[in-house]
C-alpha cells in the first residue's frame, strides 16, 4: 500500500513563505513522476507543479511560475514544494501525487494539508 503524506501548511500572511514537504509510507516503491495539486473552495483541483525524475523536466502552472519550486528525492520518493511571495489567492488544500506507471493520470494521492493566506 503506498500513502502518501503532506506536511508544511499552515497560517502565513501575504508576502510569506511556506515550504510543503511529501513523503511516502509502505513499501519502497519506485515513481516516475511527483507532482502537487491544490483545490480552492469552490473550484476544481488543478496541478500546479510536478517533477518528472527522468531528464528533471518540471512544469509549473502560470499562477506560480516564478514564485513556488518543486524538488525532490528521486531514490526516496519525496518531494517538496517551497512557496514564496504567497497571496490570498493561494488559499487552498494542497495535495501530493506520484505517477507511477509512466505518463498519464496520477495514481496515487496524499491527503491535502491546508494552506491559508491572509491579506
Known amino acids: 500500500q503506498v500513502q502518501l503524506v503532506e506536511s508544511g501548511g499552515g497560517l502565513v500572511q501575504a508576502g510569506g513563505s511556506l515550504r510543503l514537504s511529501c513523503a511516502h509510507s509502505?513499501?519502497?516503491?519506485?515513481?516516475?513522476?511527483m507532482g502537487w495539486f491544490r483545490q480552492a473552495p469552490g473550484k476544481e483541483r488543478e496541478l500546479i507543479a510536478d517533477?518528472?525524475?527522468?531528464?528533471?523536466?518540471?512544469y509549473y502552472a502560470d499562477s506560480v511560475k516564478g514564485r513556488f519550486t518543486i524538488s525532490g528525492d528521486n531514490a526516496k520518493s519525496t518531494v517538496s514544494l517551497q512557496m514564496n511571495s504567497l497571496k490570498p489567492e493561494d488559499t487552498a488544500v494542497y495535495y501530493c501525487?506520484?505517477?507511477?506507471?509512466?505518463?498519464?493520470?496520477?495514481?496515487?494521492w496524499g491527503q491535502g494539508t491546508q494552506v491559508t493566506v491572509s491579506s
Open positions: 501525487a506520484a505517477r507511477v506507471r509512466g505518463p498519464g493520470p496520477y495514481e496515487y
Open positions: 509502505g513499501r519502497t516503491f519506485s515513481t516516475y513522476a
Open positions: 517533477l518528472t525524475w527522468s531528464g528533471g523536466r518540471t
